[in-house]
């Protein structure tokens, strides 16, 4: 049988309310609370590399930075996002190497069932969200759930990207459309 933790990392139903899963969100917190009260660059950068799932050697966050668990996600090499960012994990976000993010950039896993039963009882579900490599996304961005960007994409600022988009394209709108190709 599964655990929920096991369920919300696959994309199934699960109850967000497991105490398990409750206790790991308490301890993202004390860990959010940490890194954004942290001045010091150097000290941020190890507050995230003993967090997040796997990270590279260079990167930097700003603060204020918010998720809901911060060990599924994964960045790459010469990472840096920019303040307020929110990256909301109940499935994996992975990041490429030489990612930028501007400032208000949302990276949101998870989804609420439509049946209100469902909703009402606290069930949810997620899919993951995979960047590639040398991705730009613009301030103000929103990024949803099950959504793949592939090598060398630029996100325009206050996009709402709802699908996935392949290599070397802009994407800009709501929702995000291919508006030029690299």
């Excluded at 950068?45 to 967090?51: A, D, F, Q, R, T």
């Amino acid at each position: 049988m599964m655990t929920e933790r096991q369920k919300m990392l696959a994309g199934q139903l699960y109850d967000a309310a497991d105490p398990d899963l409750k206790s790991e969100r308490l301890a993202a917190r004390e860990k959010m609370a940490a890194f954004n009260n942290e001045l010091d660059r150097d000290k941020r950068k190890e507050l995230v590399k003993n967090w997040f799932g796997t990270t590279g050697d260079n990167i930097m966050i700003e603060p204020r930075f918010v998720c809901d668990y911060g060990s599924n996600i994964h960045v790459g090499e010469n990472f840096y996002a920019n303040f307020n960012s929110t990256f909301l994990d109940v499935c994996e976000i992975r990041i490429g190497d030489n990612a930028m993010l501007g400032p208000n950039v949302q990276l949101l896993t998870p989804l609420h069932p439509l049946d209100a039963k469902e909703r009402i009882a606290g069930l949810e579900y997620g899919a993951p969200i995979t960047i590639g490599h040398n991705v730009w996304i613009g301030g103000g961005a929103t990024i949803l759930p099950g959504v793949t960007l592939g090598d060398n994409v630029v996100v325009g600022a206050g996009a709402v990207v709802t699908k996935s988009f392949g290599d070397n394209v802009v994407v800009a709108g709501n929702p995000a459309r291919v508006i030029k190709e690299l």
